[in-house]
């Protein structure tokens, strides 16, 4: 006969084989409440890591008007601008060269354009030529392109190809693109699957519990759209 022998008290096959399927039970037991634990520790390290990400996240702000000085959004933790450098309806933006210089005199780390461009007008590759040209002695990181419901062509693959070529020309200029859009824009204007500018840097517009700084605008008196976009 098989025995199992403690310091205590001698087992039996019966006794031993009540004791093992008592072992394997609380060992399931143990597994169960050790994967839960590992789910807490998972869950937390998540949550620490958004709650970091949030804590040091970069502030920044774009206008689409003359900003003659934005110290004030500076000493509030803005770190990076992009005014507008392009307009919608075809031209470069007669304040693009003064915001820049005076973003960075207000003390900007960092200070982009972005470009919306006039789609009924065509001819995508002149639009951008514009606009580098017209900030030949200007300082500003990268062209962030605009792509946003207005104007824009029922046909996608249309738009598509106007993107493409927009994009490209920048390239061409030296500049770094960046692609400015939102689900449902870039859904009704490209298709939602498009992915054709892939490559590019995505400042992606999400209002959804958005803190919108317009207290910090008003304050200002300036038509600024803070918060908005990053």
Not at 80 to 90: D, E, I, K, L, N
Not at 104 to 123: E, H, I, K, R
Not at 183 to 210: R, T
Request: aromatic share 14%; charged share 20%.
């Amino acid at each position: 006969s098989f025995f199992f022998f403690s310091s205590r008290r001698r087992h039996t096959r019966s006794s031993l084989v009540s004791w093992a399927r008592r072992c394997v039970q609380e060992t399931g037991y143990q597994r169960r409440v050790h994967g839960i634990i590992e789910m807490l520790k998972s869950f937390l390290w998540i949550a620490f890591a958004a709650f970091i990400a949030v804590s040091f996240c970069t502030r920044g702000v774009d206008y689409s008007t003359r900003v003659t000085s934005i110290s004030c959004m500076v000493s509030n933790g803005y770190t990076f601008a992009v005014p507008r450098g392009y307009c919608s309806y075809g031209g470069v933006d007669s304040n693009v060269v003064a915001n820049l210089r005076s973003a960075w005199d207000g003390g900007m780390s960092n200070v982009d354009v972005y470009m919306f461009p006039c789609v009924s007008c065509g001819n995508p590759k002149r639009q951008v030529d514009q606009l580098v040209d017209a900030l030949a002695n200007s300082k500003y990181g990268m062209i962030w392109f605009d792509i946003e419901n207005y104007k824009w062509s029922n046909d996608k693959e249309s738009n598509r190809r106007f993107i493409l070529e927009s994009i490209a020309q920048i390239k061409a200029r030296g500049k770094v693109p960046g692609v400015y859009t939102s689900y449902y824009n870039w859904e009704s204007i490209v298709g939602i699957s498009w992915d054709g500018v892939k490559d590019c840097p995505l400042w992606y517009a999400h209002y959804d519990n958005c803190l919108l700084y317009t207290s910090d605008a008003a304050d200002e008196g300036l038509g600024v759209d803070l918060g908005g976009r990053r």
